[in-house]
């Protein structure tokens, strides 16, 4: 017997994680995300929205309880439904700022994404369907972009393609805290969204690098896409499971392993490997892009 998972909707109140730094956890629901909320002395940066108008507004409601009279700026860390699809209450309100690449991506798939997550039951249709795909007011082109909140920087970073065609983290350099959207998740296999022929911009290779270009900065907080918020042993883990995919996946296909023979001997070791993690489904798409970029 399974139980139907709670709606896909934020709920929760935000949590002060660093000094003006909150986050509101998704209470490892489903396809409800991380979001941040960061204080500057004169404005306030909401990073992501949650998947619907209802969970955009929630999220904007508690921003601006903790602005007060400071204006808001939104980003998003990529363009999948249940981070940024809760964007259109803030148009008007606040300026919403994206990547070039990303904005593109909503453009060409955002579409496409409503009616898949349609698919996955009524309570998930009927949360998005009053979704209006709503583009950003400001776009940075390459990698990078800083805002300046008021005694404190937050810095948009892209490498371009890894779980999406250009991920976007938010990093804030004195705390060191950085949220990387679905780069990362505690205590789950890593969303790797493989949907050939429809959907194959996620490179696990590339993901890996920029996992390595993360841990560079050395961060001390680290808010995941989904799941508790944790250190960066989180992103070496991610790191470390990736490569030992991409590893594996390399000799089952020289073993002349088509990707689904590649897949059945791969599971069983992964699953025995990170046994505490959840969502195995996801370990099969890992092996799925692998075996065709190998
Ligand atoms: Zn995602």
Redesign the pocket.
Known sequence: MSESPPPPVIVNDPVEIAPGIHVISDGRVPLVPNVGIVEGDHSVLVVDTGMSPASGAKVLGHAQEIAGDRPLVLTI??F?P??GFGAQVFKGVAPIVYNAAQREELRQKGAGFIELFKSFGETVAKEIEDVVLTDPDIVYDGASAEIDLGGRTARLLTWGVA??RSDQIVFLPEERVVFG??LFETRMFP?V?WFPPDETDVDGSKWIEVLGAILEFDPAVVVP?HGEVTDAGLIRDVRDYLAWMREQTGRQKAGGADADAAAAAIEPLALERWSTWENPEWIGFAVRSFHARA
Do not use: K, N, W
Request: proline share 8%; net charge negative; hydrophobic share 10%.
């Open positions: 860390t990529h999948h249940e981070h779980h999406t959207g679905d969303i969204p896409g």
